[in-house]
Structure formats: structure tokens, C-alpha cells
């Protein structure tokens, strides 16, 4: 099964929130517009539906006097009856007049609605009530206080619905219509009903009952509920064709334009989604699409933009017969009209909402680079409503395959759309926000890489915090942070994540808080990182059950934690902490003993077999009978059977090398006398070592977490690292009067292994509150930084900047969780941690960094390195190929009829060599050779002196000298040089092999080379 999504989102239809927050917006843009006469036209419609029946407009001219103040007044029928929740009034009709006012004015309120009062009491029928409506913000203090005047001042009874009012009640399902009418409301974002069923059986009942409508918008309106409830439900699909039918005569010539798009609109998408094939409606839709072109208003061309990238979906999974080079030749032209609408509009409300439609077109699926399939064939099939865990479920296991040649029109082009409105909403403070975070939030992973894409963000969530709050910004990156977590994208969706945990702990939203926390940790583990994904998990278990004791996230956090362990290959811990996770679920949550109700129990379970089946492999019993208490405590009844294998050595090696490829990972590496912990991101090996008691143990769990949490967080900031062995020995010191005792990491010789060797000691926790929590954290982070520090290759000035931000208390605060590592596991007591056997088992099987779970995003990053293009880079090998022919004439005619010499050419250019690096090695020899530099004389010799050109009297290097090894070690003397014509600065410890890993991933250095004639050719001086 092979599906391709379309580019090609499911269109989101907007909240009740985010609807009335988008007719706020229209409301105020009429003032702007010069709208009174539509405003008078949407508040008579409202009474209409809302409050009266029977209303008459008032005559003489708006805003000349001649209606006496009076928009539109009642004769004798005023309803007054509430009955039922929808809000209906029904009733008999008192002796009572009622006069509706409106008005589009913002300052001095008051002053128009009491002279509007004097206006409409001073003459004509005498007045009971009058309804004012008012497009501004009306305070509810003002709002008494005219209630009052007009008591007593006219002895009328006032009523004032402000825009607030208005927006609010013109969002609800039975003002929909007026909405529509009157706003040009985008038709395929308003929310769907709740109920379904009854109303839908009902309004199907009417129907067949042969009954002629009224061609209202109300009509309409309920003929699109039932369009689109049908089109959604699986079991309701027969009944398209039947609403499609009743819908089909809105779209005749009878009926006005706007009636005419909604209801075509409405027949495409459900051919399209409801029966998967477009075609039917084709001409009508490319009808209404050109019609489009003539089309100025913002809310009509949002319409056209969603139903062109339906178009789009429709050829892609060859359900329309409009061919490829119509919609991409249509979706130019509609670009263009959107952006002359950009330059001549005036309005910055206006301007707002056609940037966003550009940026819609923009996000459009690109055509022209999607591959026709052969004719007669559907290769692509469009994927079924369905919950993205199920399609993400569906992918894993293989059963669906997503076409990869799906891309964007221009997504940076949309992202600078979106860039240049944030600019503009100061000045349109009602545009809704909220729903263009949603419109971005669903589109983040095209936009990811892109980048302006972090300037984006941060300005619109500022611009959602200013306009809703906090925790409407958490709201904003939590959906940003699950398109991408469900885009597989785990390292893209953390800064995401981090703004939502904060946002919404600041903004006290305590479930949501912890809900984050999850993902977050679920986001470290997918990447591999285990112990950042357990104190995550930890931290929000602690949380919860510090707000409320028994609090249903606890287990979760405990049996995620602990299966962080299993995969991390410290499996004495796992066990230990499983037995604490086993007992909280067995405590807290009901059904406990239905294991396959309970993923993450699940997990678990499956894992304690697993390892008690590889223990029987190894040499020590001690593992094994470790186990089986433990088992005995937790209930081995539920352990499920392991799984066959050898016996003997040839089984004990087949399981260490299933273990290798699995996890990458000894088992019970968290055993013996000395704790080794290894990880690797990013092409960097870390190896902490110390000893394995519990205060030691928890400081470098705690130094491994911090680590996996600072290093990802700050992958927005290319450090340039080059790749490298760590190795840091680690202990505690006690802490000095609260703070942490801050003790200078020491930088050792290397190792024999070219390890960079460090000495590290960590301040031992000691219990609640005997640290400062930033202080604490700064500590750790400060030793992280500067280990890191050496292995960058940024210049100090940019390095020093980058640290100083990622010390600061605020960046400090949003690394970490909330409640330091130690204290997240401080459950586990000496005495379950000392455990006699912790020490007396051994490592067992091939030691490694978990290579098999360290996904592509933080293996060695090969992206280009900082101001390297690969026309600069060919540009370098011409001047060097200049510089070698100037500066190696004499040697190289020498050299050249030498067989010997000749032979390691050959053999050179056979590995991989550009001609250029073997001139680059040769000029190091030779200076060398004719100086014998030592790495400190070298750095005091003077350009002139060493790109001289070579006179005949220089003296020639032998050439039985030059030699393949020779050639190796003088040129690995050029790589830290090559890295600073860059604009990179090597730090610390010369080691080459970690230099020439930064040049070959990211400078091209084994690939680029110049067009140059053989400078080897024997009996040529040069030929450079």
C-alpha cells in the first residue's frame, strides 16, 4: 500500500475560539472598510435571528440624520421567550417597541450612544427598548453607567452588545449563516457540529420529503454540515451523492457569486475526499477558480487557495482530469493577482490576510517536480481519515509507504510572507493569530530547515502571547512541537518543547505541563539519548505526584524511566526500578494486572524477560538468581517465555553480537566495582568513568543528562565540533554552604587511544534544598561547555558569546526540567542501589556507544561548514595549484623521473588523493625538510618565508625521503591550517584525525578539486 500525503495536510477547520476570534477581526476591519452599511446589515440579521421577527429598517439616509437615529425599529412583535439550549426565542408579543441602533465609531462611545438615544426618544413612536451595537469594546463599567443614564434620562431600556459580544455570538452554529453572508467568512475552516446524528437524520428526513428551500444562506449553511458530515463518515459515503443534489442548484446562475463558490467548493471536496474522484466537478471548479481571479476580498481568496490545493491532491492520485500544466500555469496567475492585491491595498488588515493567502498558495504542493506515473495506473493512493498514531503505526510496520517526491511550492517564500505580516499586525491588532500559528504549526516540518524559520517563530509566538496569553504561546509550540514529532523529527520539535513546558508552567496549566514533559522525554528517547529521556521522565512523574499524590502519571514515568535503563544496557538498575514501577502501577492504576491494556507495562515485562534471558548466557549465576528475586517480587507469572537459542560459547557469542547490533551496549554495563558510562552525538564519543556507589553513580548520570540535554538544545548553534573521543573521570566533592562548589575541571594527556582526557568533580547531592537549583545546574553546564569548547572550532569571540548565552540563568532554565536529576531519583536509597551482587556481577559483551539507536540527525554532520560553497572551495584548489607550481619547480622535475616517486603517486591518486594534496604534503615536506620545523617554530616562521618561490640553489629533498607515510604525516601538518583560511580556529590538543573529519564531512576535502594540467609527468618541471 503506497500513499502519498498530500502536501497535503487535511484542511483544519478553526475552534469555536478561533473563530470568534477571526470575526473579531472582519468586525473591525468594516470600520476600516467603511462598512456601516454592512454592519447595519449583519446587527438586523442578528436581531432578526436572535432577538425579534419582526423588524423594519428605518428610512432617510445613514449618517445624514434623516433616520432619526434609528438603524432599524419593531411594530408589535417582540419575542420573548427562552426555551431550550440553543438559544431560540419563540413567544407572543408584547404591547412593547424595540429600536435597534449600530455603529462603527470607536472614540467617544458614550457620548454617540446618548446622543443616538436623544435622537431616537426625541421623535417618532415612543420607545420601550433599544438594542445598540457597537463594533468597539465596550467596558463593562461603561456599560452600567449608559444602562443607567438612559433609565433615567428617557426612562428606556438599553441594551449594548459590543464587537466582543457580537464576534462571540455570531460564532455559534445558528449564526453561522449571517457570518458567511455578510463577512465572507472562509467557508472550509468553520468548525463542524458536535452533535451529528439527530440533527443530521433530521435534516436528511426533510429533504426526501420533497420540500422546496428558500435558497437562503441558512439553507445552504445546513446543506454544508450534511455534505461534510457524510463526506467524514465511512458508513455515511452512499449519501453524497443525494446531498450533492441538493446542494448542486446553489451553484446555478440564480443564486449570488458568494452561494455559487460555496456550494461548488463543497460538491469538489466531497467528490474528492468523499468518493475519490474530482472529476465530475471539474469544469465547475475551474469555473469558480478563474472566476477567482477577479475575486479583492481576503476571505474569498483564503477559499480559492484551500480548493486550488485540493486540486492539486486530486491530480496527484489522478482523480481530476485537469491536467498538470493548467493548475500550475492557474496557481501563477493566482499568485500574481494576490500579490498587485498586496501592493495597491491600503489597509493593514487587509495587507495581513493576503500575505497569509500568499503564503498559502506558497505552501501549495510544487507539480512540476512530482514525477507523472505511467498512464492507466494508480500508483499513489490519497491516505484515509485516520489518527496519526494509526498512520505512523501503518508506516513502521511497513503496510504504508509515502511517496517522497512530495515538496512545496516555496517555503522560504512562505515563511518571508509570514515574516513581513508579523511586521505588519501591530497596526491589525485583531487579526487572528492564533489561527496562522495553527496554519504554520501544521506545515513545520517543511519549514524546519528553513533559515528564518527560528525568527518566525519566535515572533509569532510573541505576537500569540500579546494577543491571548502564555498559555495560548505553549498551546502554539506544543502543536508545532507534534507536527514534528510526528514528522519523526524528535531533534527539530525540542526547542518547541522547551517553550511549551515553560509557558504553560508559568501559566500554572499543571496537566499540560506534565503532558510536555512526556513528550520531551519520549523526543530524547527516539534520539537515543537515554538518560536525558529519563530525567524527563522522572521529573514529570515527581511533578505530578507532588501536586497530587497519586497523581495517574506517576507509573508512566516510572516504567519509562526505568525502560531508558534496559536500552541503555544498565540493567541492574532496570530491574531495581522496575520493581518500584511495577508496584506504582499496581497501586494507582485499575486493571493492573491486564498486562496487554498497558503499553508501557507491556514494555517492561517483555524487557525483564529479555534480560533474564541473556543472563543465562553469561559466566556469573549472580545475574541470574539477581533476577529471579526480583522477578519473584514483581510476579513472574507474568514474564512471558524467552526465546530460544544455542547453548555454550557459540550461543554466548551469538547473543553478545545480537546484543551489539541491538542496543550497542553491554549487558549490565551499570555493574562492578567501576561505572563506565558512553554515549556518542554528533560524531563525538564520551566516556565518563567512576566509581559505582550512589553518590558518584547519580553525579554522572546527572553529568550525562545534562550533557544530552545542553548539547541538543543548542543544535540550532553550529559549534563546528570536530569529531572527537572524550574521556572524563568523575567524582564528588561536598558542597560548600548551599552553592556548589564549583571545582575547575582538569585537562589531562591524552589517552593512547587520543582520547581528550578530563578530570571533573561534581558537587554530591545531599538531600532537598542543600543546593541552589540554577546554581547547581550552572555548575554542571559550565564543565559541559567548556569540554566542548576544545572541540570547537569556532573563533574564541563567537564561542565565548554562544557560552555566555547558554550560562545565563534564563537559557539555564530552560535546559533542564524542573527538579534536579539526583532528586528525581532520590527514591532509589542506598540500600537498593548498594545491592551486594551490584558489584560482584561483571559487564558482559562487546562495549559500545549505542551506535544501532542513534538515528541519522545526530550522527556526524555532514551539512556545509560555515562560508564554505563548493565554487569558493574550487577557487582555493586554482590558488593552490598556482602557489605549488611557483613554489616546488625544481623538486617535482627531480621527482617526476623518479619510477619510485611515480609509483606512490599512482598509488596515492588510487585512495582518493586530488593532485593537489599530494603537492599540499609534498610543500610541507620539503619545508621541512629544509628548515626541520617543529610545530613551535612554524607558528613564528613568516609567510614571505614559507610561500617563497624556489630558487635552483634550494636544496632537493631525496626522493627515496618522499614516501606514502611521509607524504600522510606532513600532509595531516596542513589540516589545521586549511581550517583557518575558513575562518575556523582549532582549540587545545593538535589532534589531526579529528581535524580532517570536520574538512572531509563539511569542506569538500576529498571531493573538490580545479581543472589543472598532470604536475607529475616525468621530465616536466611543472605543468601546474
Same mark, same amino acid.
Given at each position: ?242 446531498? #450533492? ?76 482530469? #485537469? ?153 502554539? /509550540? ?46 530524547? &528517547? ?70 496487554? &491494556? ?298 617526476? /623521473? ?127
Amino acid at each position: 500500500m503506497t500513499l502519498a500525503r498530500q502536501g497535503e495536510q487535511d484542511v483544519q477547520t478553526w475552534s469555536q475560539e478561533e473563530l470568534t476570534s477571526y470575526l473579531r477581526f472582519q468586525l473591525a476591519q468594516l470600520r476600516a472598510r467603511n462598512g456601516h452599511h454592512k454592519f447595519e446589515d449583519i446587527c438586523r440579521d442578528f436581531a432578526r435571528q436572535n432577538i425579534l421577527a419582526n423588524i423594519l429598517p428605518a428610512t432617510g439616509p445613514v449618517a445624514a440624520g434623516g433616520d432619526q437615529g434609528r438603524d432599524f425599529e419593531t411594530f408589535h412583535t417582540y419575542l420573548k421567550s427562552n426555551l431550550g439550549t440553543d438559544g431560540i426565542f419563540i413567544g407572543l408579543a408584547p404591547d412593547e417597541t424595540v429600536v435597534f441602533a449600530c455603529t462603527l465609531q470607536v472614540n467617544n462611545i458614550a457620548s454617540k450612544v446618548m446622543g443616538d438615544l436623544s435622537s431616537i426618544c426625541g421623535t417618532g413612536t415612543s420607545v420601550d427598548r433599544v438594542f445598540f451595537f457597537a463594533e468597539a469594546e465596550v467596558a463593562a463599567a461603561k456599560r452600567h453607567d449608559l444602562i443607567r443614564r438612559a433609565h433615567e434620562e428617557h426612562n428606556v431600556a438599553l441594551e449594548i452588545i459590543d464587537g466582543v459580544a457580537l464576534s462571540e455570538a455570531l460564532a455559534q452554529e445558528r449564526n453561522t449563516w449571517i457570518a458567511v453572508q455578510h463577512l465572507n467568512v472562509p467557508t472550509a475552516f468553520l468548525p463542524q457540529r458536535i452533535k451529528a446524528p439527530e440533527w443530521y437524520r433530521e435534516q436528511k428526513r426533510y429533504m426526501q420529503g420533497g420540500v422546496e428551500l428558500t435558497g437562503s444562506y441558512g439553507d445552504l449553511m445546513d446543506l454544508r454540515s450534511c455534505i461534510r458530515y457524510a463526506t467524514l463518515q465511512a458508513d455515511l459515503r452512499g449519501d453524497i451523492e443525494f446531498w #450533492i443534489n441538493a446542494i448542486t442548484p446553489f451553484a446555478g446562475n440564480s443564486h449570488p457569486q458568494e452561494m455559487q463558490d460555496i456550494a461548488t467548493y463543497e460538491i469538489a471536496v466531497a467528490r474528492l475526499r468523499g468518493l475519490e474522484d474530482m472529476t465530475p466537478a471539474d469544469d465547475s471548479v475551474k469555473a469558480y477558480l478563474e472566476r477567482a481571479l477577479t475575486y479583492s476580498t481576503p476571505s474569498q481568496l483564503e477559499d480559492v487557495s484551500v480548493l486550488l490545493m485540493y486540486v492539486q491532491a486530486a491530480w496527484l492520485h489522478r482523480t481530476t482530469s #485537469i491536467n498538470k500544466e493548467w493548475i500550475l500555469g492557474y496557481g501563477q496567475r493566482l499568485l500574481r493577482h494576490v500579490g498587485n492585491l498586496i501592493q495597491t491595498a491600503t489597509d493593514e488588515g487587509d495587507i495581513c490576510e493576503f500575505l497569509d493567502t500568499k503564503a498559502t498558495l506558497l505552501c501549495g504542493l510544487d507539480l512540476g517536480r512530482v514525477a507523472e506515473d505511467p498512464p492507466g495506473r494508480r500508483a499513489y493512493g490519497p491516505v484515509p481519515p485516520m489518527p496519526q498514531s494509526r498512520l505512523t503505526e501503518l508506516i513502521q510496520r511497513g503496510e504504508v509507504v509515502l511517496r517522497q517526491d512530495i515538496f512545496l511550492l516555496d517555503a522560504e517564500g512562505a515563511v518571508n510572507c509570514w515574516l513581513e505580516l508579523l511586521g505588519k499586525i501591530e497596526k491589525a491588532p485583531f487579526f487572528p493569530i492564533k489561527q496562522l500559528a495553527e496554519h504554520v504549526s501544521m506545515r513545520a516540518p517543511f519549514f524546519v530547515n528553513i533559515p528564518a524559520w527560528p525568527v518566525l517563530t519566535r515572533e509569532l509566538d510573541l505576537a500569540v502571547e500579546r494577543q491571548s496569553g502564555k498559555s495560548a504561546r505553549a498551546e502554539s /509550540a506544543w502543536k508545532r512541537a507534534t507536527a514534528l514529532l510526528q514528522a519523526d523529527l524528535p531533534l527539530e520539535s525540542l526547542a518547541d518543547l522547551v517553550i511549551a513546558r515553560k509557558n504553560w508552567l508559568s501559566g500554572d496549566d499543571f496537566d499540560s505541563s506534565i503532558r510536555v514533559m512526556f513528550a520531551t522525554a519520549e523526543a530524547f &528517547r527516539n534520539l537515543g539519548l537515554f538518560y536525558a529521556a529519563k530525567h524527563y521522565f522522572l521529573a514529570a512523574g515527581a511533578v505530578a505526584s507532588a501536586r497530587v499524590a497519586r497523581h495517574e502519571s506517576v507509573p508512566a514515568s516510572l516504567l519509562e524511566a526505568c525502560f531508558c535503563d534496559f536500552l541503555a544496557g544498565n540493567w541492574f538498575s532496570f530491574v531495581i526500578l522496575a520493581d518500584y514501577a511495577l508496584a506504582s502501577h499496581s497501586e494507582i492504576r485499575g486493571a493492573a494486572d491486564d498486562v496487554q &491494556r498497558w503499553d508501557d507495562l507491556t514494555s517492561v515485562v517483555e524487557a525483564l524477560a529479555y534480560v533474564r534471558w541473556v543472563s543465562t548466557f553469561m559466566d556469573s549465576s549472580k545475574a541470574t538468581s539477581f533476577i529471579d528475586r526480583h522477578i519473584g517480587i514483581t510476579g513472574s507469572e507474568q514474564i512471558p517465555a524467552a526465546p530460544s537459542r544455542s547453548s555454550g560459547q557459540d550461543g554466548a557469542h551469538e547473543v553478545q553480537g545480537q546484543l551489539k547490533s541491538d542496543i550497542g551496549q553491554q549487558a549490565f554495563a551499570d555493574c562492578g566495582t567501576k561505572r563506565e558510562i558512553t554515549w556518542k552525538m554528533h560524531g563525538v564519543s564520551w566516556r565518563i568513568r567512576c566509581e559505582n556507589r550512589r553518590t558518584e553513580v547519580m553525579a554522572a548520570e546527572r553529568f550525562v543528562a545534562a550533557a544530552q540535554e545542553l548539547y541538543t538544545l543548542l543544535s540550532d548553534i553550529d559549534l563546528v565540533l570536530c569529531p572527537s573521543k572524550i574521556l572524563v573521570d568523575l567524582a564528588t566533592v561536598r558542597s560548600p554552604n548551599g552553592q556548589a562548589a564549583h571545582a575547575e575541571p582538569r585537562r589531562l594527556r591524552s589517552t593512547a587511544q587520543q582520547e581528550r582526557h578530563w578530570k571533573v568533580r561534581l558537587t554530591r547531592d545531599e538531600g532537598p534544598n542543600k543546593l541552589d537549583f540554577f546554581d547547581a545546574h550552572a555548575e554542571v553546564a559550565s564543565i559541559i561547555l567548556l569540554i566542548l569548547s576544545e572541540i570547537s572550532l569556532l573563533s574564541e569571540e563567537r564561542l565565548s558569546e554562544h557560552m555566555q548565552q547558554a550560562l545565563s540563568p534564563g537559557h539555564l532554565e530552560r535546559l533542564m526540567p524542573h527538579i534536579r536529576y539526583d532528586r528525581a531519583i532520590s527514591f532509589i536509597d542506598n540500600e537498593a542501589f548498594e545491592a551486594a551482587s551490584r558489584k560482584e556481577i561483571h559487564p558482559w559483551g562487546i562495549k559500545g556507544f549505542g551506535e544501532p539507536l542513534t538515528p541519522p540527525s545526530l550522527r556526524e554532520i555532514d551539512k556545509p561548514g560555515p562560508g564554505f560553497t563548493e565554487g569558493e572551495a574550487i577557487i582555493r584548489c586554482e590558488r593552490r595549484y598556482q602557489s605549488f607550481a611557483r613554489m616546488l619547480p625544481h623538486t617535482l622535475m627531480a621527482l617526476n /623521473a623518479d619510477s619510485t616517486f611515480q609509483h606512490t603517486v599512482t598509488c596515492l591518486r588510487d585512495q582518493g588523493w586530488k593532485d593537489w594534496h599530494i603537492l599540499q604534503a609534498l610543500a610541507n615536506q620539503v619545508l621541512n625538510y629544509r628548515h626541520t620545523f617543529t610545530e613551535e617554530t612554524f607558528g613564528q616562521t613568516s609567510p614571505d618565508a614559507l610561500f617563497a618561490s624556489e630558487a635552483p640553489q634550494d636544496v632537493l629533498i631525496p626522493a627515496h625521503l618522499v614516501t606514502e607515510d611521509s607524504l600522510r604525516t606532513h600532509l595531516a601538518f596542513s589540516f589545521a591550517a586549511t581550517l583557518k583560511t575558513w575562518g575556523l580556529a582549532p582549540h587545545g590538543e593538535l589532534i589531526p584525525d579529528d581535524y580532517l573529519a570536520v574538512l572531509e564531512n563539511r569542506y569538500g576535502y576529498w571531493t573538490v578539486d580545479a581543472p589543472h594540467e598532470d604536475p607529475f609527468i616525468a621530465g616536466e618541471s611543472s605543468g601546474v
